[in-house]
């Protein structure tokens, strides 16, 4: 079964910093490229990051370029988002996604469940 | 803001048919494929349509999807309750090296 389990969501206070995971299982994880996605509540879906297949491409969204970092361990079948210097706009459900294809493609065909982060002071 | 424009909300009774839209530009409808998402409160979300109308594994074919120019459109026939949720396009921006855009989200009620 094709699965992304996202953890370490918390509250954290502005200006600090928070590192979620995201643990894949049932495909090939080295194979694809895998993405960071967002959803503030009552807002809409917002896309965060991605990271190619091998970890060696990355882009963030302009809204978190220089504070967030993205990694992944293929050897652990890991995604992982390094937030610092933490906003209140950061504050979200936090979704890993799969790319359809493995290569940068428009379509994201597994999704986690989200881990929720509130930057509150 | 979302980059993408689809309508707040939309409504039908059971076994109608209903459609929500999704708006963009050349930059990113106009020139990439239109998938679509189901959002229910505590589940991950689900792939419906990528490639603007194949519907993804395991999905009714009461789903559909379409594109033309800069606008993409879901259609859902034969309404249950069971299809309230929200719903989201999304696709590629090719005006960055790197950025995927979604539209705000469309709330589905079933009367």
């Known amino acids: 079964q094709v699965q992304l389990v996202e953890s370490g969501g918390a509250v954290v206070e502005p200006g600090k910093s928070l590192r979620l995971s995201c643990a894949a299982s049932g495909f090939t994880f080295s194979s694809y490229v895998i993405h960071w996605v967002r959803q503030a509540p009552g807002k809409g879906l917002e896309w965060v990051a991605v990271?190619?297949?091998?970890?060696?491409?990355?882009f963030y969204a302009e809204s978190v370029k220089g504070r967030f970092t993205i990694s992944r361990d293929n050897s652990k079948n890991t995604l992982s988002l390094q937030m610092d210097n933490l906003r209140l706009e950061d504050t979200a459900l936090y979704f890993c996604?799969?790319?359809?294809?493995?290569?940068?493609?428009?379509?994201?065909?597994?999704w986690g469940r989200g881990t929720m982060v509130t930057v509150s002071p | 803001q979302s980059v993408l424009t689809q309508p707040p909300s939309v409504s039908a009774a059971p076994g109608q048919r209903v459609t929500i839209s999704c708006s963009g530009n050349s930059s990113n409808i106009g020139s990439n494929y239109v998938s679509w998402y189901q959002l229910l409160p505590g589940a991950a979300p689900k792939l419906l349509i990528y490639d603007n109308n194949k519907r993804a594994s395991g999905i009714s074919d009461r789903i559909s999807g379409s594109k033309s120019g800069t606008s993409a459109t879901l259609g859902i026939a034969g309404l249950q309750t069971g299809d309230e949720a929200d719903y989201y396009c999304g696709t590629r921006d090719s005006s960055l090296t790197a950025s995927w855009v979604f539209g705000g989200g469309t709330k589905l009620t079933v009367l």
């Open positions: 996604a799969k790319d359809f294809t493995g290569t940068y493609s428009p379509t994201f065909d597994v």
């Open positions: 990271v190619s297949y091998d970890g060696n491409y990355k």
